[in-house]
């Protein structure tokens, strides 16, 4: 129902947009661009079903809410038990699929610490950190956010470093930017409206690459001096590693640092050296920059805690 109502006025708009008056008599407009008018329709319903796209969520029922209450109830019981939080995987034998619901609600950990949960996703960890099982996903950046990782001295070198040429580049083609938004509201046919759409995407392209690199710049310049701590579990510990003459070399180390917060951790991009000794599991407290995440130290707090696979 909301695709079709997001097409009717996708189509409505841009009509609208299309029967704009020209400002010159060689854009004028004819009867000919259907096809232009459905090329800027198919944007703007793309645009429209991103909203709801984005805010869709699971609500609870009067069933579910109820089956909820009995299963919050169970765990609340077993979990008051001394006892039951260091049952090892054998107690199967007295405690019956009481011992397997308490590994899934997260107070049984003596029963699923020892427990192989099979091949570990980069990606995707469950883990009861926090309070209760969740699944977290795990991100590794690269170039988004930009600098992630940089120092802040790196972060503000490379950003001049790119944007210099960038804004030379964008300067050059600015004086293009109006004519081209012009070319798009103007375009007469479908071809013509695609083609006004590339040179659009060429003119904006350099200008994209100079708001990267003054974020990179400006983030840097934030974080010069300034520390923020980190403490959590580490989900995952991934190595990006490259070949040369001499043999294998680990260039990095993501280390995905879990607070307890939220279903999204991005993984913190540091020096082998800095994260040496530190795997899937361990308890950590990072000092890190505030907005480039750079690893200044990593201190392991206590042993390891219970981390799966989330298939």
């Known amino acids: 129902m909301l695709g079709v109502v997001a097409a009717a006025l996708a189509v409505l708009a841009a009509g609208a947009f299309a029967a704009l008056p020209a400002h010159s008599s060689s854009s004028k407009h004819d009867d000919g661009g259907v096809l232009g008018v459905l090329f800027l329709a198919v944007i703007i319903w793309t645009a429209l079903m991103a909203v709801p796209r984005s805010l869709r969520a699971e609500r609870d ?46 107070v049984a950990p003596g029963a699923v610490r020892t427990l192989p ?69 103007h375009a007469a046919s479908g071809a013509g409206s695609i083609g006004a759409a590339i040179g659009l995407a060429f003119v904006v392209i350099p200008l994209a690459v100079v708001v990267y690199a003054l974020t990179m710049l400006c983030w840097g310049a934030a974080d010069v001096g300034r520390r923020r701590t980190l403490q959590g579990v580490v989900l995952r510990r991934k190595e990006i590693v490259s070949n040369n003459d001499s043999g294998t070399h680990t260039d990095a180390v993501y280390l995905a640092v879990y607070d ?41 707090l206590g042993p390891m805690v219970s981390i799966h696979t989330a298939s």
């Not at 006892?83 to 090892?88: E, L, R, T, V």
């Not at 600098?147 to 790196?154: E, L, Q, T």
């Not at 972060?155 to 070319?183: M, N, S």
């Open 117 to 185: 949960m099979g091949a570990e996703s980069e990606t995707r960890a469950w883990t009861a950190y926090g309070g209760h099982w969740r699944v977290v996903h795990v991100h590794y950046p690269r170039r988004i956010p930009p600098g992630w990782g940089r120092s802040p001295a790196a972060a503000i070198a490379l950003g001049l470093g790119i944007l210099v040429p960038a804004a030379f580049v964008a300067y050059g083609v600015g004086g293009r930017l109006g004519d081209a938004v012009g070319d798009l509201r």
């Open 260 to 300: 307890g917060n939220g279903s999204e951790v991005r993984a913190l991009r540091c020096e082998p050296s800095v994260a040496s000794g530190v795997g899937a599991g361990t308890m950590v407290r990072a000092t890190v920059s505030p907005r480039l995440a750079h690893v200044y130290s990593v201190e392991r």
């Open 61 to 106: 029922t009067p069933a579910g809410l109820a089956t909820a209450s009995r299963w919050l109830g169970l765990r609340r019981q077993l979990g008051g038990d001394e006892n039951f939080a260091s049952q090892p995987p054998a107690a199967v034998a007295i405690w019956d699929r009481l011992l397997a619901y308490g590994a899934a609600m997260g």
